[in-house]
């Protein structure tokens, strides 16, 4: 239960922060391409770097505790490509090159191909 509320708790920040991140390209006028979102990604993979990387070297007694709030919940709220990053990056460290590349691909392709099918679908749908 406790597991459940840190990641809670954690994603309603993290989304909140998402939010907060969006609106504020918007009045700083940063419109039509995605830069809100790029930031987005890229400041949440570095901050998914820092943070286990850190916990990795200081192996504190609450490390599962912030893992969960922090990684899967905060940021996990704030983006998910932080933690594709992180799965990108653990397979290429393993040495798993192959597998590495085709998740990034696979990841990529079949997202795009689910949102393009999703919005077919409604279209149908709800003519």
């Known amino acids: ?61 609450w490390q599962n505790e912030a893992r969960l709030f922090l990684a899967v919940g905060v940021l996990g709220g704030y983006t998910t490509f932080s933690a594709f990053s992180l799965d990108v990056v653990t397979l290429f460290e393993r040495g798993e090159i192959l597998p590495a590349t085709l998740y990034i691909a696979f990841s990529v392709a079949a997202s795009i191909l689910a949102l393009v099918f999703g919005l077919l679908l409604m279209r149908w749908v709800l003519p």
Not at 6 to 18: F, I, K, P, Y
Not at 22 to 43: D, E, H, K, M
């Open 1 to 61: 239960m406790q597991s459940i509320l840190l990641v809670g708790a954690g994603g309603a920040l993290g989304a909140v922060g998402r939010y907060g991140a969006g609106v504020a390209f918007v009045r700083l006028g940063v419109i039509g391409f995605p830069w809100a979102t790029v930031a987005i990604n890229v400041s949440g993979s570095l901050l998914m770097g820092v943070l286990i990387g850190l916990l990795a070297q200081t192996l504190p007694a």
